[in-house]
């Protein structure tokens, strides 16, 4: 087993692991204090593995994701913990030799495409530039090499769009072109945030199955960060469920969606539909009471307990340590001796 939380940590760490986020800590100086958006976060990314990374708005995931790529928005910024890829500690390197790490290393996928093209550069220039940036290639290579990009995520008529603008392409196949972009340079490691929201359902499974590929041909690892439970249920095989900035259970996916330890994780999968074929039509959605606290009103103890059904009063007193049930890690008291 491979899952940690802050600095708790089962199973093996070996070589196979190519992401190591340990303790994690994201603070805002305001004049009104400071805030910490993501607050002892941990866990590890393994070789050919797909880690979800799951919560609602506010949860905490994407700016876990910038503060591994060394791309928080000042003021904020990484005060605590550690960030590993392959053996090397990255959170402290310049933003020189971050460069260096990002695209050819790390792939990003960011939410909105918009913010990833630049509107006046072709989408194969575009491409070609970032593979001749990363990989010691020709510029003929790195044309064929945008080209097979373009046909990996699904964009129809790949050769006839290579020369075409931004703007030609309608916003789901923007997106895939971020997916190509962020691809091209056979980065170790991609992190995705939100990577299929503005794709349809059977591109999103194309988009899906080449992360996928990805992760058994080339060992690719990938933080897939999503708020939608059958993504994660379909494509990941570890899922970390984050609550206010922390990570409240972590583990297989199967197990974690099966036979959920934490009650903030069993209230995500009690709101989303079902879809099955077997299920009942008269079930009832779960709605979770309450909403994400703000960063100004985190309460005292677990930070989930004024919206829990099975809150005790310990919650409301003391944060929960890291409980290890077999091959999951979840931070509740209700798997405490008290």
């Not at 303790?23 to 866990?43: A, K, N, Y």
């Not at 939608?228 to 249920?233: H, K, S």
Request: proline fraction near 6%; glycine fraction near 10%; charge should be negative.
């Amino acid at each position: 087993m491979n899952a940690t939380i802050g600095n708790e940590a089962t199973g093996n760490t070996d070589d196979d692991v190519l992401l190591q986020v340990q303790d994690l800590v994201v603070e805002i100086p305001t004049r009104h204090g400071t805030l910490r958006p993501v607050d002892g976060v941990g866990f590890t990314i393994r070789r050919g593995e797909i880690l979800g990374v799951v919560g609602e708005s506010g949860a905490g995931k994407s700016i876990t994701g910038a503060a591994i790529i060394g791309l928080l928005d000042r003021p904020a910024h990484i005060a605590g913990g550690s960030v590993t890829l392959a053996g090397t500690r990255i959170d402290g390197l310049s933003e020189r030799e971050l460069q260096r790490v990002r695209g050819a290393r790390i792939g990003t996928v960011f939410q909105d495409p918009s913010t990833s093209l630049d509107p006046l550069k072709s989408i194969g220039d575009q491409l070609a530039e970032t593979a001749l940036a990363h990989l010691p290639i020709s510029r003929g290579e790195a044309r064929e090499r945008a080209l097979q990009a373009l046909i990996d995520v699904g964009i129809p008529a790949a050769a006839e769009r290579l020369d075409a603008w931004p703007h030609q392409f309608s916003g789901g196949m923007r997106q895939r072109v971020v997916i190509a972009l962020a691809l091209i340079a056979e980065p170790e490691l991609v992190i995705a945030d939100e990577p299929t929201t503005a794709l349809d359902v059977s591109v999103q499974a194309q988009v899906l199955t080449l992360l996928r590929r990805l992760c058994t041909e080339r060992g690719v690892g990938v933080m897939l960060v999503t708020h939608d439970m059958g993504v994660i249920a379909e494509t990941t095989d570890r899922v970390a469920v984050l609550y206010a900035g922390r990570v409240a259970e972590i583990g297989p996916t199967r197990r974690v969606l099966t036979d959920a330890a934490h009650p903030y994780t069993r209230g995500l999968m009690g709101s989303t539909p079902d879809t099955s074929p077997a299920r009942d039509i008269g079930d009832r959605l779960v709605q979770i009471p309450g909403a994400m606290p703000g960063l100004t009103a985190i309460p005292v103890g677990c930070a989930f307990h004024p919206r829990c059904p099975s809150a005790m009063s310990i919650c409301a007193m003391r944060e929960p340590p890291v409980t290890v049930l077999g091959d999951t890690a979840v931070r509740c008291w209700l798997h405490e001796d008290l």
